[in-house]
């Protein structure tokens, strides 16, 4: 499939669509309604998200259910440059990609490039981002980095996730789903309504699911991309008073995932080759000498109180959550030698966080956002790496590390037309590491190897913010935006080497953006119009380096580079019967400087063409062979994760009929090929060029009081890669991939 057939193939649906659409507006022009209105958060009040002067893509619960969506994962392409799906080579862990810029690492202490909030609480430990839908209010997808009223860790951009409050009625509901490979989950949701003369509020929330997977290990028979999750969440409400309320929400999750199905690209070799046949020509089946497994555990709560005082509200939120897992992977891709790259690892980590925040009330010259901000998590991580047999390292990680903030944001309103914002945050950053590594080569302990330590690092900076917004008409409003972000350093945990341990240095970000959004014709066509750049410095991202036993990936600060783009969203309420949705991004990424070794294949020469830098020698423990890091110029390099195009389009028809209605959705999200690693610009790395689509139709009872839907996801059944990973040493690229075409039914009632 080539670009252009496929950009054919996207107005030829877009088309298909339209036309239905405008003999629909001719039936019904009488009775067209406005596009729904969605609420959010961004700024810490509440505020249609056309009035807020930054980049939202905001999903609630109707688009949600109406776009099938599952998990976060199944928002995936709908809004442009916006990757949300799972990093591949540990089950559970995200790759979540904004505006290019994007990271994937498993470990603990490799802080992410987005942040997760969940009922305002940022969430550090990113195996517990990879949320169920069910019983959420909102996701708030916010672009670029957002560095003066959210938490830490968002130099990209921010998912703001805001599960569902209790309700003021008594009822409940359940959803039975059943589907392809397995699927079976049960979701159910139980309100109390409000007791005790209105003061009190409750509600319980859980979910099973039963998944067998869509891959297959020839080697042991076993099923692999497959889960068992179990989720609970119970949410009280307290209201005393008109002028205080105070909310808990409680989660407890757990998983257990027999995966990933790791496919072994072509490199050539003699050990690729005794891979058997259909493992090479497969890509739903793998070769691994043991079934791959993660188990994940997580709990935590969210304490949210507000306390009106007459010139503005001060809410305070406090935060806590707990996480152990456990993972084993089979990393080379290959069967001989066993072992070969044999990774455990086991965590456990707690994290606390507060904030205290006064919001004004509007409509003076000025409002404004003042507030404080504490977090902290302490974690223990072991590690085993089998190389071979004989020669493996084991190492113990500790990580104590604290985070304050003080930010404002104030809006100043000249006219009623006219707002400028100032806002500004100032961290502060400090971690405490402590590492020791024990390397056994040959079977036998080797004491010049192995080491220990106990590292510190503390960060500071100021992130400001200044915007400009001016309301055309009750229907427009235009924006632009500078701003800067800011990601703390740190320390890698698979270093086995003191000098591959860190620390590395903070990464930053200045951003800049503008764009237009509009509600048209009685609010029936939408209309947003953005464009950004954002220039990064000593951007932290993943090299190979020579580590004790073998070549292992860490985290160096590798580049400068930098981002421009601009989005198109779209959304055409056609009769209130018919939602059309058109959206469309073009991003350019590129480095604008990058010296420095990151092919994990070392050199026995001192020089390499397109060297940008003196060879540093080494030696494996147990070997005399002296072997060279050599740093080339990598500009050339492609950023991981930063398609240069991203489209989507989606209609929803109701009709009404003596049961109630029938539903219909179908959506078409385009990506051009991409490269999902970044260190490498060979074809497996690259994930091909698709049109993904998904279809459902339903029939829902009055008032959504019961339903039952057929759904299709990846209609046209294309094999898709998610992504590529290098585990070095001359070893094959792994790849990952998303599940075939999947059909389910799915039925709901409500009480």
């Known amino acids: 499939m080539n670009r252009g057939n496929t950009c054919a193939s996207l107005i030829a649906l877009a088309a298909a669509l339209w036309g239905p659409a405008a003999l629909a507006q001719d039936a019904q022009e009488g009775e067209q309604t406005g596009n729904r209105e969605i609420i959010v958060t961004a700024q810490r009040r509440a505020e249609s998200v056309q009035a807020v002067p930054i980049t939202i893509a905001a999903f609630d619960q109707k688009m949600v259910e109406a776009s099938g969506s599952a998990d976060i994962t199944d928002l995936n392409g709908i809004t442009p440059n916006v990757i949300l799906q799972t990093e591949g080579l540990v089950a559970n862990v995200p790759m979540f990609s904004i505006r290019g810029m994007s990271s994937a690492d498993p470990d603990p202490n490799a802080d992410p490039k987005i942040s997760t909030i969940i009922n305002g609480v940022y969430v550090p430990f990113v195996a517990s981002t990879m949320l169920d839908l069910f019983d959420i209010e909102r996701v708030e997808v916010l672009k670029g980095p957002q560095g003066v009223l959210y938490g830490k860790n ?168 707990h996480q152990d897992y456990e993972t084993r992977g089979d990393f080379d891709g290959l069967i001989t030698p066993v072992p070969g790259f044999d990774v455990t690892r086991k965590f456990k980590g707690d994290s606390k966080s507060a904030e205290l925040r006064f919001v004004s009330n509007t409509g003076g010259l000025v409002d404004y956002v003042i507030g404080a901000y504490a977090q902290g998590d302490k974690w223990r991580q072991n590690n085993t790496v089998l190389t071979t047999a004989t020669t493996r390292t084991e190492s113990q990680l500790d990580q104590d590390s604290s985070s304050y903030a003080l930010f404002a944001l104030a809006n100043v309103h000249p006219t009623d037309k006219f707002t400028v914002s100032l806002g500004g945050r100032y961290s502060w950053d400090k971690k405490d590491y402590q590492i020791s590594t024990k390397v056994y080569a040959g079977g036998v302990l080797n004491t010049g190897s192995s080491f220990a330590g106990s590292l510190k690092g503390d960060w500071s900076k100021f992130t400001p913010r200044v915007t400009m917004q001016y309301k055309a008409s009750d229907n427009a409003m235009l924006f632009a935006n500078w701003s800067k972000g800011y990601k703390a350093g740190g320390f890698n945990s698979r270093g086995t080497r003191p000098e591959n341990v860190g620390p590395y240095d903070p990464e930053n970000v200045t951003s800049y953006e503008a764009g237009i959004k509009t509600d048209l014709a009685g609010r029936t066509i939408r209309f947003n119009l953005t464009g950004f750049l954002n220039k990064f410095k000593d951007l932290q991202g993943g090299v190979t380096r020579p580590g004790a036993v073998r070549a292992e990936a860490v985290t160096v600060n590798v580049a400068a580079a930098e981002t421009w783009g601009i989005e198109l969203e779209t959304l055409f309420r056609l009769s209130s019967q018919f939602t059309l949705s058109a959206n469309v991004g073009y991003l350019h990424s590129r480095y604008t400087s990058f010296c420095d070794d990151v092919d994990g294949v070392f050199s026995a020469s001192a020089t390499a063409a397109g060297q940008c830098g003196a060879a540093v020698p080494f030696t494996f423990a147990g070997s005399p062979t002296i072997s060279y890091l050599i740093p080339t110029d990598n500009t050339g390099l492609e950023l991981a994760n930063a398609p240069e195009i991203s489209g989507s389009v989606a209609a929803d028809y109701t009709a009404p009929i003596s049961l109630g209605e029938i539903r219909f959705h179908i959506d078409a999200r385009y990506t051009p090929r991409y490269n999902t690693w970044g260190r490498s610009n060979i074809d497996a790395y690259y994930r091909k060029e698709v049109v993904l689509m998904n279809a459902s139709l339903g029939l829902v009872g009055d008032n959504d009081k019961w339903s039952l839907t057929a759904y299709v996801k990846n209609l046209t059944n294309q094999t898709v890669m998610s992504g590529a990973v290098s585990p070095g040493g001359g070893n094959p690229v792994q790849q990952f991939f998303q599940p075939p075409r999947e059909v389910g039914l799915e039925a709901s009632f409500k009480f």
Request: glycine share 10%.
């Open 154 to 321: 968002n130099l990209a951009g921010t998912i703001n996730i805001i599960t569902k409050a209790p309700a003021e009625d008594a009822g409940g509901e359940v959803r039975l789903t059943g589907g392809s490979n397995g699927l079976k989950q049960v979701r159910a949701r139980l309100e109390t309504g409000e007791f005790a003369n209105g003061m009190l509020a409750a509600k319980i929330s859980g979910s099973y699911k039963d998944y067998n997977g869509y891959a297959r290990n020839i080697l042991t028979g076993s099923k692999l991309e497959a889960n068992e999750t179990k989720a609970l969440r119970f949410a009280l409400r307290a209201k005393p008073s008109a002028s205080f309320d105070s909310t808990v929400v409680a989660d407890w999750n757990k998983e257990t995932a027999i995966g990933p199905a790791n496919h072994s690209a072509d490199n050539g070799t003699a050990a690729w080759l005794g891979l058997p046949v259909e493992a090479r020509t497969n890509v739903r089946i793998a070769a691994v000498p043991f079934d791959p497994y993660s188990r994940t555990k997580s709990y935590g709560v969210a304490w949210t109180s507000n306390l009106d005082v007459g010139v503005g509200t001060i809410t305070a939120v406090l935060g806590a959550r």
